[in-house]
């Protein structure tokens, strides 16, 4: 997980394949806990092992693919790690049915549901849910919410060419339109008013 923005110089075209997990997905396919990859960079042989990732690497680039085939190859690469996965998170277990209902009750309310109030809606103390977020998620519960507050604000700004500022920031759950302006700088890099015209 990003917990800001991160800005990539490029020098000309490069061609390159990634894997975007959904939020608490990856712990499945890592072995590690995800707040020590949190805004962290990591080569996949760092966390595969070489010899997984030199296999995966000639699977890839010996020889010309398409994007579908390179994609094909990925996904079944994945599920093998997946069926494979001894110990760590496990999809179905009772902290991956957890996190997923407090990731998709943050997501609905747009990041405004208070974390003490969703800790109390799944039985948990807010203790134990910021543990299983920080190992399974990467980021803190309140993060996640400010995360989902932003999105939701950029969303809205994408679809409001001439956007009243101070009525979008309370419409997205923000206090003001200064916090607002500071989720921008923080997760987008810019101001609103350049994301939208970046967008």
Known sequence: ????????????????????FKPGAAGAFLAVPLHALTDQRADIDQLWGRSDAERLA??????????RERIAVIE????QRLRAA???????????????????????????LRIEDLAAQLGVSRQHM??????RVGLSPKLY???????????????TPAPDWAQ???????????????????????????????A
């Open 130 to 135: 910021a543990a299983l977020f920080r190992t």
């Open 76 to 79: 079944h690469q994945l599920l």
């Open 168 to 198: 979008l920031a309370l419409d997205c759950g923000y206090f003001d339109q200064s916090h607002l302006i500071h989720d921008f700088q923080e997760f987008a890099g810019s101001a609103p008013e350049r994301f939208l015209l970046a």
């Open 58 to 67: 000639d699977a890839l680039w010996t020889c010309e693919l398409s994007d």
């Open 1 to 20: 997980m990003m917990s800001s923005a991160i800005l990539v110089a490029g020098h000309g075209p490069l061609r390159t394949v990634a894997v975007r």
């Open 145 to 159: 919410a400010r995360i989902c507050r932003f999105r939701l604000a950029a969303a809205a700004l994408k679809a």
């Open 86 to 112: 001894g110990g760590g998170t496990k999809p179905g277990d009772a902290g991956d049915l957890l996190i997923r209902r407090a990731l998709a009750a943050l997501e609905a309310s747009g990041g405004a």
